[in-house]
């Protein structure tokens, strides 16, 4: 059974920074595509950071420069680093694990709330 649990969420101030975790259970996670997404309620589910297997990396716009998304495969975990984090960062955030081949290896976390107060 593959889980995906994410934790580090919580309550911080404007400024601030956060950790998120994501520990995988049931897959090797350095051979799967690894990213983290937001969610606030009445929009969509947006992307905010990627890693793939062999360790390249992407940010959205709105978080290059604060954020840095890395994995410790002897963890079999990835993480997100969050710094100097604003209000509009409030969201559910989401572990995604893909495989690039095999289609319906596509696994997702349970979220982990973030919010940022001003």
């Known amino acids: 059974q593959v889980q995906l649990v994410e934790s580090g969420g919580g309550l911080v101030q404007a400024g601030g920074s956060l950790t998120l975790s994501c520990a995988a259970s049931g897959i090797i996670l350095s051979i799967y595509d690894m990213a983290w997404y937001r969610q606030v309620p009445g929009k969509q589910r947006e992307l905010v950071a990627a890693?793939?297997?062999?360790?390249?990396?992407n940010y959205a716009d709105s978080v290059k420069g604060r954020f840095t998304i890395s994995r410790d495969n002897a963890k079999n975990t990835g993480y997100l680093q969050m710094n100097s984090l604003k209000p509009e960062d409030t969201a559910v955030y989401y572990c995604n694990a893909k495989h690039r081949t095999i289609r319906l290896a596509d696994y997702w976390g349970q979220g982990t709330q973030v919010t940022v107060s001003s």
């Open positions: 890693i793939t297997s062999g360790g390249g990396t």
